[in-house]
């Protein structure tokens, strides 16, 4: 059938479409069903294009994060989930949707018990916010957080080993005008309890944008609670690739999709108001695509210490390079610059 693309969101690996036909059988994702750790669940899929095929697994973990830098997290499950079970329902024993399977951790290609699927809450929050307004709308409320770890709440004398503490208040921010402070360690969010840095992003995730944020915090020995307003967070990074009439090049050696930095694009990019480099547009995957370690979003400010000005200066100098020829990439990436290297193809 053909189908019509309604929304989609790059860091939940969710989107959703709509195709032209009635009574179809479906999954109803229901609002009571909590995964468990140690729960049975089962993995449907097409794994190699095998059609159908169902796994069996446990719940490894409920709420896991994969990167540290990453808000998402995911249900962990080790039924064995291989190139194919993607986008396939993760069920327990009832037949509830627990999951969408999205990827696996895996050395050598296969399943190795690391399978990861979107969380059913996540799921249901993302199609509704698409059947809605045609994207995914989170909120921000002013305020970063960061896991405490029992090394962090030594060093700061906190009254307790885990949870979470307030690490950032953007200066006039929502948070700042609440009264919430740097140091606060938070309790509850919407009246959920708030245990690790997974639980903090899941309440802000699910929390709707149309009203306000209740916190509860534990500064020192005394708890307090705010009510703070929120604004939507705006994914800028994503943005790239939507804005009208940008000149867009792929360069194939490094399997990505570039453009110059002009003033259209300087609100969507935090640098430091250097106006030389390269914008990173998107990366483009495939059985050949070079492992440079490059990002959406991140402007490349020199290569092989050759500092760059156009996209046409970048094409140039990677058609010089030959196999096996070290590369040195400058990136500056949310502010900070570092260096990729890798050897060409």
Same mark, same amino acid.
């Given at each position: 059938m053909e189908a019509k693309i309604l929304g989609r969101h790059k860091k939940s690996d969710l989107a959703l479409l709509k195709i032209?036909?009635?009574?179809?059988?479906? /999954?109803? &994702?229901?609002?009571?069903?909590?995964?468990?750790?140690?729960?049975?669940? $089962?993995? &449907?899929?097409?794994?190699e294009g095998l059609r159908d095929s169902v796994t069996m697994g446990v719940v490894s973990s409920v709420a896991r994060q994969t990167d540290a830098d990453d808000p998402m997290f995911y249900i962990q499950t080790d039924a064995p989930l291989n190139p194919g079970n993607s986008g396939g329902p993760l069920v327990d024993i009832d037949g509830n949707l627990v999951g969408i399977n999205t990827f696996m951790l895996s050395k050598g290609g296969g399943s190795e018990g690391l399978g990861f699927a979107i969380p059913a809450p996540i799921v249901k929050f993302d199609y509704q916010s698409f059947r809605k307004y045609g994207h995914v709308q989170r909120v921000a409320f002013g305020a970063k957080a960061q896991a405490i770890t029992p090394t962090l709440a030594s060093g700061l004398g906190l009254s307790r080993s885990f949870g979470v503490i307030i690490s950032n208040i953007a200066p006039g921010g929502f948070a700042h005008m609440a009264?919430?402070? /740097?140091?606060?360690?938070?309790?509850? &969010?919407?009246?959920?309890?708030?245990?690790?840095?997974?639980? $903090?992003?899941?309440?802000?995730?699910?929390?709707?944008?149309?009203?306000?944020?209740? &916190?509860? /915090?534990?500064?020192?020995?005394?708890?307090?609670?705010?009510?703070?307003?929120?604004?939507?967070?705006?994914?800028?990074?994503?943005?790239?690739?939507?804005?009208?009439?940008?000149q867009r090049t792929f360069i194939a050696e490094l399997s990505v999709f570039v453009t110059d930095v002009d003033e259209g694009l300087k609100p969507l990019l935090q640098d430091n108001g250097d106006d030389s480099g390269i914008v990173v547009i998107a990366e483009a995957p495939g059985p050949n695509a070079v492992d440079t370690g490059v990002q959406p979003g991140d402007i490349i400010r020199a290569i092989n210490r050759t500092p760059l000005q156009s996209v046409s200066q970048l094409q140039t100098t990677v058609r010089q390079l030959k196999s096996g020829d070290p590369v040195v990439l400058q990136v500056e990436r949310g502010g900070k610059r570092q260096y990729l290297a890798f050897e060409m193809d």
């Amino acid at each position: 059938m053909e189908a019509k693309i309604l929304g989609r969101h790059k860091k939940s690996d969710l989107a959703l479409l709509k195709i032209e036909a009635t009574r179809l059988p479906a /999954v109803t &994702i229901r609002d009571n069903v909590r995964v468990r750790q140690g729960e049975l669940v $089962f993995a &449907i899929g097409s794994p190699e294009g095998l059609r159908d095929s169902v796994t069996m697994g446990v719940v490894s973990s409920v709420a896991r994060q994969t990167d540290a830098d990453d808000p998402m997290f995911y249900i962990q499950t080790d039924a064995p989930l291989n190139p194919g079970n993607s986008g396939g329902p993760l069920v327990d024993i009832d037949g509830n949707l627990v999951g969408i399977n999205t990827f696996m951790l895996s050395k050598g290609g296969g399943s190795e018990g690391l399978g990861f699927a979107i969380p059913a809450p996540i799921v249901k929050f993302d199609y509704q916010s698409f059947r809605k307004y045609g994207h995914v709308q989170r909120v921000a409320f002013g305020a970063k957080a960061q896991a405490i770890t029992p090394t962090l709440a030594s060093g700061l004398g906190l009254s307790r080993s885990f949870g979470v503490i307030i690490s950032n208040i953007a200066p006039g921010g929502f948070a700042h005008m609440a009264g919430l402070e /740097v140091g606060d360690i938070v309790l509850t &969010i919407d009246g959920r309890r708030i245990d690790d840095l997974p639980s $903090f992003m899941e309440a802000l995730y699910l929390h709707r944008v149309d009203e306000v944020l209740t &916190i509860d /915090v534990l500064r020192g020995e005394k708890e307090l609670s705010a009510v703070v307003p929120v604004t939507v967070h705006h994914d800028k990074v994503d943005d790239l690739t939507d804005v009208p009439d940008l000149q867009r090049t792929f360069i194939a050696e490094l399997s990505v999709f570039v453009t110059d930095v002009d003033e259209g694009l300087k609100p969507l990019l935090q640098d430091n108001g250097d106006d030389s480099g390269i914008v990173v547009i998107a990366e483009a995957p495939g059985p050949n695509a070079v492992d440079t370690g490059v990002q959406p979003g991140d402007i490349i400010r020199a290569i092989n210490r050759t500092p760059l000005q156009s996209v046409s200066q970048l094409q140039t100098t990677v058609r010089q390079l030959k196999s096996g020829d070290p590369v040195v990439l400058q990136v500056e990436r949310g502010g900070k610059r570092q260096y990729l290297a890798f050897e060409m193809d």
